[in-house]
């Protein structure tokens, strides 16, 4: 299958007004059952204003939150695929401009020194665009995420010692939790990278981030771990948008990797409640979207 740079450019203009203005399914889920079991009045009162401010956004076709995010896209490419590979990545960059200028979109991007910004929601290597490979025959997706600055600025990383073992790994976690307090606009979904190098960390744990509820890490050992300290963080207090309650967090979500034998990386990256997300696959017919 050959892969139209056209139809890329337009699928990621799609994907980016779609992730800021609809919420994913499982999030919907989410909410619902966080509601269920939280005990505090205070807190059911403030998860049922962010539903609301959800439904306002959606009926009104408006963005489910002002901060449109740094651009970051996922793109998945299956066995047969043929594309040039800097025209697609200027395809994205392209599609990422027009969603910015035609919807409009608020550009939050800007330079790191000047501060300037080019309102287009690009410059210096962004969009953010990471490529990945398998070995499904044709298979061509791209997904885009928008990262926002109140998740993202709560993002850490610690060199741990091997001989602290699973604790260390533990207590980090819930440290950083409680750190971000309410400034994640929790409930969160809380990503933790393991191992690897610390630049693999920091990107396991956004991927974990970034994962549909539900989901499980594919490690036996990881996906145990991710039920017990959702257990942990959901007993520390912070609530809903931080004011206290039950529900602090969706889920904690691992991905992890092999390391060095001296050393033991850990790192956590965090999703907002809107937890925002689109993807698009293509196939002979067309694109279809998704989450």
Do not use: W
Not at 124 to 141: K, M, N, T, Y
Not at 279 to 289: E, I, K, L, N
Request: aromatic share 4%; hydrophobic share 40%.
């Amino acid at each position: 299958m050959r892969i139209d740079p056209g139809a890329v450019e337009e699928a990621a203009k799609q994907l980016y007004i779609r992730a800021l203005k609809q919420l994913p399914p499982d999030i919907r889920q989410g909410f619902e059952r966080l509601t269920a079991a939280e005990t505090g009045a205070t807190a059911k009162r403030v998860l049922a204003t962010m539903v609301r401010n959800i439904e306002v956004a959606e009926t009104t076709d408006n963005l489910l939150c002002q901060d449109t995010g740094l651009p970051i896209y996922h793109v998945l490419v299956g066995r047969g695929v043929e594309f040039d590979g800097h025209e697609l990545t200027q395809a994205l960059r392209r599609g990422c401009e027009r969603a910015t200028r035609e919807y409009p979109l608020r550009s939050s991007v800007v330079h790191p020194l000047t501060r300037v910004n080019g309102h287009s929601s690009c410059g210096i290597e962004v969009p953010v665009i990471h490529f990945d490979f398998c070995a499904d025959a044709g298979r061509f997706e791209i997904a885009m995420v928008p990262k926002g600055s109140g998740s993202e600025n709560n993002s850490f990383l610690k060199m741990a010692v091997p001989a602290e073992g699973v604790a260390a790994i533990k207590s980090f976690v819930v440290d950083c939790v409680l750190a971000a307090g309410g400034k994640t606009c929790p409930p969160t979904i809380v990503g933790v990278g393991l191992g690897g190098t610390s630049d693999l960390a920091i990107a396991l744990a956004k991927r974990a981030a970034t994962r549909p509820l539900g989901s499980r890490c594919a490690d036996a050992e990881g996906a145990a771990l991710e039920s017990q300290l959702a257990v942990a963080v959901n007993r520390l207090g912070v609530g809903p948008q931080g004011l206290g309650g039950d529900a602090t967090a969706f889920a904690v979500h691992i991905e992890l990797a092999a390391t060095h034998i001296t050393m033991n990386p850990i790192a956590v990256n965090m999703q907002c409640h809107s937890a925002r997300r689109a993807r698009a696959t293509f196939t002979p017919a067309g694109v279809v979207y998704g989450y």
